[in-house]
């Protein structure tokens, strides 16, 4: 595999069209933390799978123009080189482009909104990175949920964007409690795979097995702390009773896949006590999942992965309890 990083990082080198490849399949494979264009590469193709296996080859597609047109941006703003090499001005357009082509029907302004959102993404990152130096934590996917929310919170206001898994009522209804349902073995195994597969708003175990594969090929402690935390996740949302649907579609879980990858395997050096913290962090995050539903219903937009961002932040501020990662990815991960 180094043989492999080295031949394409040379060839990368040589060539302006390869490095450009190159950035952006690093950019998809840093949704999750991993500075590898092979890992990347098993997150395009996980991802254009599950859009052909659920009849929407758009949000590939949209994911994959969102990318370009984010890694486009920051060159033109003359972000910095290193982290641009990296894929860190990329990850947060792939998921606002999978997220536009998932929420909304599709029309030409929908792909306006695509580019619109990718470029707007990088800027939010570069200020997400400014204002958050002080505090000594990364933007995470920050700027993908800020400029998703407003994006899909303009729709109602717009008559040319109408909403596909959106409510497309005048009036968005209350809350409602959710009623929990027994669930049997093959249900809680189709939870913890959508759990991971929903990171990038994919449904489908297929799916989530090439993105742990993705993870494998360049860090077996990610893989692992992601398999763990999606258990861990479908486990303490069926403990509370949280709706099944919710549980079996991942949605309870995807959050804190990444949550768990994070504090787990990318910012702290692991350890026995890392891991532990790493999942009470995911266990928490399962609880912000769960309150950020209830929270956002009456506005009628997803809660994305703002309960990663927001209990990451918060496990990260007291840095100082765990020794820090000193791989170079990891250093790099920090300064998103």
């Known amino acids: 595999m180094e043989k492999i990083l080295a031949k394409w990082e040379s060839l990368s080198a040589s060539s302006g069209i390869v490095r450009f490849l190159d950035i952006n399949l690093r950019s998809i494979g840093q ?19 599950a859009s052909y296996a659920a009849g929407v080859p758009r949000v590939a597609i949209a994911g994959v123009l969102a990318v370009v047109v984010a890694n486009l941006t920051a060159q033109w703003l003359n972000a910095d080189n290193e982290s641009l090499h990296a894929g860190l001005y990329g990850y947060n ?39 958050l130096k002080p505090w000594g934590v990364s933007s995470l996917t920050f700027p993908f949920v800020l400029t998703t929310w407003l994006l899909l919170l303009a729709t109602y206001g717009f008559s040319g964007l109408t909403g596909a ?5 005048d009036v968005v209804v209350a809350f409602q409690r959710y009623e929990a349902s027994p669930l049997k073995l093959i249900d809680l195994l189709q939870g913890v795979l959508q759990s991971i597969s929903q990171v ?13 594969v993705g993870l ?5 402690a990610a893989a692992v702390f992601a398999l763990a935390g999606a258990i861990l996740a479908v486990l303490t949302a069926h403990l ?29 050096r692991p350890s026995w006590r890392v891991a532990i913290y790493a999942m009470l ?9 769960a309150a950020l539903n209830v929270a956002l219903t009456p506005l009628a ?26 791989t170079d990815d990891a250093a790099t991960a920090r300064a998103r």
């Open 93 to 131: 357009g792939v998921l606002v482009g999978l997220a536009l082509a998932t929420f909304l029907a599709p029309n030409a302004l929908m792909w306006v909104y695509v580019v619109l959102g990718a470029s707007v993404s990088v800027i939010t990152m570069l200020g997400t990175v400014n204002a």
């Open 165 to 169: 898994a959106l409510p497309a009522g």
């Open 216 to 220: 494998a090929v360049n860090s077996w």
């Open 31 to 49: 949704v999750m933390f991993q500075n590898n264009p092979i890992t990347g590469l098993l997150f395009l193709a996980a991802i254009a799978w």
């Open 200 to 212: 990038f708003l994919k449904a489908n175990g297929v799916a989530a097995l090439l993105f742990l």
């Open 240 to 268: 509370f009773g949280a709706e099944s649907e919710l549980i079996t579609g991942g949605l309870l879980g995807f959050s804190p896949v990444l949550t768990a990858i994070a504090l787990g395997a990318v910012f702290y």
């Open 281 to 289: 962090g995911t266990l928490f995050t399962v609880i912000a999942q």
């Open 301 to 326: 937009i997803p809660a994305l992965t703002a309960p990663f961002v927001l209990v990451t932040w918060i496990f990260l501020l007291p840095r100082q309890c765990f020794e820090p990662a000193a």
